[in-house]
């Protein structure tokens, strides 16, 4: 059995006061039946380790860079991020695709070092609107799968988010049709590649426009162990209402 996931990425998003709303999700949900993740900014990353109940949420990073350690600028190790508290980390996500032209041997590389630090990467991929219109979706998604996904993945060290960059902020999502096609697609793909067995113990999130209105019905869809949400999981009101939404799908 998957244990379900919500997932909430601020981006660049919070200063110390947010830290408030950490402490109320955690607080309303002392003991989750399912995974309830924070990645707030690296700023963040220790204040909200200790912002949060033993046993309730659980923090991680938005990225990492490949090496352990060195001279890299601004950078943060899998390491570092460990050591701060985190548990997780968003990788390949379409932003730092598009703003820091990661490409998916980069997002691989990555992956490999969050493993090796003990974090659990969140790796994301996703189809343009370009490319969905000209009906080249899974096509897209299999080319990130197997650049981005490293060798011998389970389910305590990967999961994967597919994330259309056409609904992230966008309000728009996919029919549950196309959500469908793409998540069995995708767990199709991980079994190809790594067998059943592998295949079946990592879990598979959608994101992009989550929201406490749709995410039941986002939810009811085989194959969707989960979310990762932007916008509404800066609020504890907002994310709380998609983590209800899981908890009872
Ligand atoms: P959104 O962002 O929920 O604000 O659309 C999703 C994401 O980028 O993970």
């Not at 990353?45 to 949420?57: D, E, F, G, I």
Request: charged share 20%; with cysteine.
């Amino acid at each position: 059995m998957r244990r379900k996931l919500a997932a909430g990425n601020w981006k660049m998003n919070g200063t110390a006061t947010s830290l408030a709303e950490l402490e109320k999700l955690s607080s309303l949900y002392p003991n989750p039946d399912i995974d309830i993740l924070i990645c707030p900014p690296a700023t963040l990353l220790h204040r909200a380790a200790q912002a949060v109940q033993a046993n309730s949420v659980i923090v991680g990073g938005q990225d990492c860079h490949a090496l352990v350690a060195g001279a890299h600028t601004g950078d943060l190790s899998a390491e570092m991020l460990k050591d701060a508290g985190a548990e997780y980390v968003i990788l390949g996500h379409s932003e730092r695709r598009q703003d820091h032209g990661e490409s998916d041997e980069l997002v691989r590389a990555k992956a490999i070092a969050a493993k090796d630090a003990g974090l659990i990467a969140i790796v994301c991929v996703g189809e343009s609107l370009e490319q969905r219109e000209a009906a080249e979706t899974l096509d897209v998604i299999g080319e990130q799968m197997s650049g981005s996904i490293p060798d011998q993945p389970i389910g305590e060290n990967l999961v994967v988010a597919y994330e259309p960059i056409w609904a992230i902020g966008t309000g728009k999502v996919p029919t549950l049709d196309q959500i469908c096609e793409v998540h069995d697609f995708m767990r199709a793909k991980l079994e190809d590649r790594f067998g059943a067995a592998s295949a079946s113990s990592i879990r598979l999130l959608y994101g992009g426009s989550v929201k406490p209105k749709n995410a039941s019905e986002i939810f009811s869809v085989s194959n969707v162990d989960g979310a990762l949400v932007g916008g509404a999981s800066l609020k504890a009101e907002d994310f709380s209402g998609i983590i209800q939404a899981l908890e009872n799908a």
